[in-house]
């Protein structure tokens, strides 16, 4: 397991890391998530020793992480990182040069380190490529590349950095394939990104970060909040949730009426409003959200919690009315 404990960081006078806690089991995908600026990739670059935390604690298996030469070249052998920008990465003149870098450097032997090019490249669907010059790949395959030389290392753990931007669907798909690969290797997988199709396609559990600290942690992704803190969600239409003891707000953009319940139907009848959807009612709700359409869900006060908690499992948007309390007037 990877650990972060209460770890600050500053560049010059302005804080960036601000008691960031944070656990990545191995077999698991651990996808963080935040807005440009909230400090991912420089929290992320210290589970690799590239920076030095300016206090609080990290821990590899247990193991606290020191900063001198031999201690974070023992990290670097069990954490690898994959670089948003592939480029930042890459330092061979060739292919079979810069995948063959890593595992030279572990003290691999001639055999050895050939077989770890061998699989990597093709894990990466790069066979074919090794006498290529860096320089003259594409973006994508620059991409594939960076993600090939730190497999060859065979770390415990890997972090990418965005690894789906700029990529086409290809690129996507062989990403996410990959992530799953090392993820039923018993790898510890942690992916920074902004992109929820990724995040819903590997991710095991979902970490926000705002403002240099986590403020989520959970194994289903709070769709609700990561709006709140400028993560991009592509929300696609909206549930608007009403107690049945509130007044019902009908009006011309509301596209479908749910009750969920005896008490949200009995109200619904005493106001003469037309239900469209009155089985599996939260299920459809939900679907209609996601094709684009707002709904508006009436449902016992009971029952706001869960359907709030349910809701927040996907990129729809969610409100909740509470308008001039109905009075239920008893005969």
Not at 74 to 81: D, I, Y
Not at 191 to 206: C, I, M
């Amino acid at each position: 397991m990877i650990e972060a404990v209460d770890v600050w960081f500053s560049y010059r006078d302005k804080e960036i890391l601000k008691g960031v806690n944070f656990k990545a089991e191995k077999g698991e995908v651990t996808v963080l998530m935040g807005k440009n600026g909230a400090g991912k990739t420089t929290f992320l670059m210290h589970i690799n020793g590239l920076l030095k935390p300016k206090r609080g604690e990290i821990f590899i298996d247990g193991e606290k992480v020191h900063y001198d030469r031999k201690s974070i070249s023992k990290v670097r052998r069990k954490v690898g990182f994959v670089f948003q920008n592939p480029d930042d990465q890459i330092i061979a003149p060739t292919v079979w040069q810069e995948v063959a870098f890593g595992p030279t450097n572990l003290g691999l032997n001639e055999e050895e380190v050939k077989k770890a090019v061998e699989n990597s490249l093709k894990a990466v669907k790069l066979e074919g490529f090794e006498r290529k010059l860096c320089n003259e790949l594409s973006g994508g395959e620059k991409k594939m590349l960076s993600i090939a030389s730190v497999l060859a290392m065979d770390p415990d753990y890997v972090i990418f950095d965005e690894p789906t931007a700029g990529v086409d669907a290809i690129g996507f798909k062989a990403i996410v394939d990959i992530i799953k690969e090392l993820k039923s290797k018993g790898r510890g997988v942690i992916v920074s990104t902004h992109d929820f199709d990724l995040a819903n396609y590997v991710g095991d559990k979902f970490v926000f970060m705002n403002d240099g600290k986590v403020v989520f942690e959970g194994y289903e992704p709070d769709f609700t909040l990561a709006a709140e803190i400028g993560i991009r969600t592509f929300a696609y239409g909206k549930i608007i949730i009403v107690p049945h003891t509130a007044k019902i707000p009908i009006s011309d953009d509301i596209d479908f009426v749910a009750a969920m319940g005896y008490k949200a139907k009995k109200r619904a009848a005493e106001e003469g409003i037309n239900i469209d959807i009155n089985s599996a009612v939260l299920e459809r709700s939900i679907l209609r959200a996601l094709e684009g359409h707002t709904v508006l869900l009436i449902c016992s006060e009971e029952m706001i919690r869960t359907v709030k908690r349910e809701v927040a499992k996907y990129p729809v948007k969610v409100e909740e009315r509470k308008v001039e309390v109905y009075e239920v007037h008893k005969v």
